[in-house]
């Protein structure tokens, strides 16, 4: 079996109505528009297939008002992989756009850290501000999932398959999880909340939403010391990510290749 893989970043929504002060710590251009991408991610390597999150389906968008541009099952099935027949889903972390339409994935063995599922179903869960990226329905489904038999946990680093591991980063939320996948350019590491953007990694700017600062900017450094490079660092928001890697299909960024080598 081949530890080569493939991956495809499928972009599946967005949201143009933010600024600065929603991404970055203290930025000093608050108040300049930056928009923000939502991404599910598929892993291939001619014999499995893994995927990477769930994303958020169209209910979840009308109770957030964040509209999506096509569900993730529906865009996965375009993309010709039935998400009924996915065996594999690491989940990096339960936030609501990470985390959602589980059900659509009601045969796939769920990996998610083991901290991060006490911590959405932990006494944190109390505070307004901790839960609001989380949502009830989608950790009942977590949990449902783990009576059905369905999840798997890691805590701290683990090899999901050969050639794909998961590495606890913390920070963001405190069982967030980033994905290193070994693909014919080297070790790529999707950071997913890690670090949304670009920016976040490489000039140390803490995205607003924390739960353990210090974590946070460990874990920039973290993601560096898995990935081959700079250029191997996936963040799990940036739009940029679509202008610097190749389409699947010409003229079409909605999917892309991370595991041909960027543009730039």
């Not at 929504?13 to 600065?20: D, M, P, Q």
């Not at 803490?206 to 560096?224: A, C, K, Q, S």
Request: glycine content about 6%; aromatic content about 8%.
């Amino acid at each position: 079996m081949s530890d080569i893989w493939e991956i495809f970043a499928l972009k599946y929504a967005e949201r143009n109505s933010r600024t600065r002060n929603d991404s970055f710590v203290m930025d000093p251009n608050h108040d300049q528009p930056h928009g923000m991408d939502y991404f599910v991610w598929v892993l291939k390597n001619g014999e499995q297939t893994v995927l990477v999150d769930t994303g958020y389906d169209s209910e979840e968008a009308k109770t957030r008002d964040r509209p999506i541009l096509q569900a993730p099952a529906s865009m996965l099935s375009a993309f010709g992989v039935d998400p009924t027949k996915i065996e594999t889903v690491i989940l990096t972390h339960l936030h609501y756009d990470h985390a959602g339409s589980l059900k659509e994935f009601s045969n796939a063995k769920l990996h998610v850290q083991a901290s991060e599922m006490a911590f959405a179903t932990g006494s944190c869960m109390c505070h307004d501000h901790i839960r609001m990226p989380f949502t009830g329905e989608h950790v009942c489904d977590m949990v449902r999932s783990l009576y059905q038999g369905r999840v798997q946990f890691a805590e701290g680093s683990r090899e999901i398959a050969s050639g794909v591991e998961v590495h606890l980063v913390g920070g963001h939320s405190k069982g967030l999880q980033c994905v290193r996948v070994r693909t014919r350019r080297g070790w790529v590491v999707l950071a997913s909340d890690a670090s949304h953007y670009y920016e976040n990694y490489r000039e140390g700017k803490p995205f607003p939403i924390v739960v353990d600062l210090d974590d946070m900017l460990n874990g920039f450094d973290r993601l560096r010391e898995l990935a081959d490079s700079d250029d191997h660092i996936i963040p799990g928001h940036d739009p940029l990510v679509r202008s610097l890697y190749p389409s699947v299909v010409a003229g079409d960024d909605r999917i892309v290749q991370l595991h041909a080598k960027p543009k730039n």
